[in-house]
């Protein structure tokens, strides 16, 4: 039988042809019969040595016991201890320590940063500066006070929150729930534009005194002045959560205010509070350092 070949190569063919195209008798290179033979050679090795294919009960655990999941879980361990052991001084020493020491805040501040920006930057700003509705955490202002601890203590378990040991602090929806007519909020309204230093009608501000005095005294004080102790905001300076001006003022008397910050003693270890605390401290430092311009959302407080 002869055999046909193509008139270009010279190669025989397998006499298949598809559409005028014949197929070439070609062999198939012996260096892919032994490239294919290592690859297999080595697949074998690695299912032998590592995880491989499902049993019946579980999986083929290799020779060699080796896991991914047991190898991650151990860098994770090995990089927590590191960290713990590289901020131990967090743990150790008191805040009026941890504040005097510079070469301490040179050398881990970029990372308690990263800390900040991931858990508290959507709402207070990645400048700590707040806005509208969150506090500014950069000024004077406080609501619970500036003390260290009373800063952490908000961290830990939030205000208005979901925890045991939160913080409560609500102003009654004066409008809503019809404790006050509205004339007596328009009162109300031009007394805290008289004793926050704004423009005000004197005739409405007058008798809005002594609305005040019966309804909002108690907690913002004779003068307007707040109360630490209960969380009520002072009326009287430039810081405002939900703004300061008169429809501001009047959205709030009316509708009341309830601002929610999370707890994170769940989501946080004690050494990350400490570091966040720490955090604010710093930056409520160089606010006092180098003023920056007041908001209109800055009654400040470690509300997240």
């Known amino acids: 039988m002869t055999t046909e070949r193509d008139e270009f190569s010279g190669m025989p063919t397998t ?10 008798k070609t062999p198939v290179p012996k260096a892919f019969h032994v490239v294919l033979a290592l690859f297999v050679g080595a697949s074998l090795i690695i299912w032998l040595l590592f995880p491989s294919f499902p049993t019946i009960r579980g999986y083929a655990s290799g020779l060699l016991g080796y896991s991914s999941r047991t190898a991650v879980t151990e860098a994770v361990s090995r990089s927590a201890e590191t960290r713990t052991a590289a901020f ?9 320590e ?3 020491d510079a070469a ?3 050398e881990f501040e970029p990372a308690i940063g990263a800390l900040y920006r991931e858990n508290c930057a959507a709402c207070h700003g990645l400048d700590l500066l707040g806005q509208t509705n969150f506090p500014n955490l950069r000024d004077d202002h406080w609501l619970w006070s500036g003390e260290p601890e009373e800063i952490e203590y ?4 939030g205000i208005n929150a979901n925890h045991d040991d939160t913080r409560f602090a609500l102003m009654p929806a004066f409008g809503r729930d019809e404790i006050l007519a509205w004339d007596e909020i ?5 007394y805290v534009l008289q004793i926050s230093g704004q423009d005000h009608v004197g005739d409405a501000a007058g008798r809005g005194e002594a609305i005040f005095a019966e309804q909002c005294a108690s907690c913002h ?3 307007g002045l707040g109360g ?3 969380g009520a905001p002072s009326l009287v300076d430039e810081a405002w959560i939900y703004g300061g001006s008169r429809e501001a003022v009047r959205a709030s008397i009316r509708n009341g205010r309830a601002g929610v910050m999370p707890y994170w003693e769940d989501r946080l270890s004690d050494e990350q509070i400490r570091k966040l605390t720490l955090y604010v401290l710093w930056a409520g430092a160089d606010q006092a350092a180098d003023p920056l311009p007041q908001t209109d959302h800055g009654t400040s407080d470690a509300q997240h």
């Open 228 to 230: 630490e102790d209960i």
């Open 104 to 106: 301490l805040r040179a």
């Open 154 to 157: 908000s961290i830990r378990y």
């Open 15 to 24: 006499g298949h042809e598809w559409d005028g195209i014949k197929e070439l």
């Open 221 to 223: 004080g004779d003068l």
């Open 88 to 96: 131990a001084p967090f743990m150790a020493l008191g805040y009026e």
């Open 186 to 190: 328009r009162d109300v309204v031009e």
């Open 98 to 100: 941890l504040l005097a």
